[in-house]
Each structure stands twice: as C-alpha cells, then as structure tokens.
C-alpha cells in the first residue's frame, strides 16, 4: 500500500477509499468562519453607532470659539466669536446646545441647536438692538477637535452664507461676564 499524502481531507479520504468523496471538515470550517465574521461584523456596527456619539461629545465642548464667515449676499467676510454653551441637566449629548454670536462691533445673534450625527443644527436669531431683526438656520458639521464649518441660511438671504469656528477657550465665568 502507497503511504497516505495530500494536504486536505478529502485527498487523504480518496487514498485510503479509493473514491472521491469530499470532507465534511472544511464545510464545517466554513460554517464556522461566517459565524465569526457575522459576529465580528455585528461587532463593528454597533461600534460605529455608538462611536458616533462618543465622537461628538468629545469633539464639541462648550466654550469660546473664533468666528469667520463669508456673506454671499454682500460677498463681505465677517468675524466674530461665538459662544457654545450645552444644558448641564440634560442626558445624552444632544442637546439642547445654546449659540451666540457677536460679530464685528454690533451684531448679535442667539439660538438653540441640537446635535446628531456630529452636525450641530441650530435656528437662530438676530437680535442686535435688543429686537429681533433676522431669523434663520444654520448647520455645523464637526470636522475636528473644537473646529466646525457651517453653512447658514436667513429668511432675508437668498443664498446660504458659510462659516468656520475654531475653540479658542473655555466659558467666560459668572464673575468674569460682571466685569
């Protein structure tokens, strides 16, 4: 008798029986190899779902950002601060997120927002002069850690203006707005 060679278990079968007959091993292995990858697979959506969430906490925070934008209506670019501010009782990272914008010497602008997907989407209002001049939306995609860019539109705009931030510190203080 020939001694027994071949890698797989079906050659192996064939040499002893002297018939073809495939293995049920590598089926099973097969079987087993999707289970895994379905499982690992199962694995990564839910850690991309989650990590969506985690990602924008960690890359939006509260605080003082730098302002420029571009107005299309006027095609004059303009900068400001911005101050991003998140309801401290609330679960989640959602929101609500409060706005303001100075900009330049005289404009004032104030607005609530929520946050999904890491696009912070707040409606806002121009209330420079103590009335409300403008009302209007704008949507901040989160692009790194403390830096957004956004697109925004007015009800007196006919054109979408774009927006840039980037955090440059913390919240003011209670005594440090006093002063």
């Known amino acids: 008798m020939e001694p027994i060679t071949g890698a797989r278990p079906f050659v192996v079968e ?3 029986t002297g018939k073809h007959k495939l293995s049920s091993r590598p089926r099973k292995a097969g079987i087993i190899l999707a289970l895994l990858f379905g499982v ?3 694995a990564a959506a839910v850690y991309a779902y ?3 969430a985690i990602v ?3 890359l939006l925070k509260p605080g003082l950002y730098e302002l420029k934008g571009h107005n299309p209506t006027s095609g004059a670019a303009y900068e400001g601060q911005v ?3 998140k309801e401290e009782d609330t679960e989640g990272d959602t929101g609500p997120w409060y706005v303001r914008w100075l900009i330049g010497e005289n404009q004032q602008q104030a607005g609530i927002g929520v946050l999904s997907n890491n696009v912070l989407s707040v409606s806002y209002a121009d209330v420079s002069g103590g009335t409300v001049n ?3 939306v704008v949507s901040y995609r989160i692009v ?3 830096k957004l860019e956004g697109t925004w539109l007015s009800q007196g705009s006919v054109s979408g ?7 440059i510190g913390d919240l003011p203080t209670t005594e440090e707005t006093q002063d």
């Open 161 to 167: 203006g774009v927006e840039k931030l980037r955090r």
């Open 83 to 85: 101050l991003i501010a």
């Open 144 to 146: 790194g850690f403390g």
């Open 50 to 52: 989650t990590s969506t």
């Open 134 to 136: 403008d009302v209007g």
């Open 56 to 58: 924008s906490s960690y």
């Open 14 to 16: 064939e040499q002893i």
């Open 40 to 42: 690992l697979l199962g």
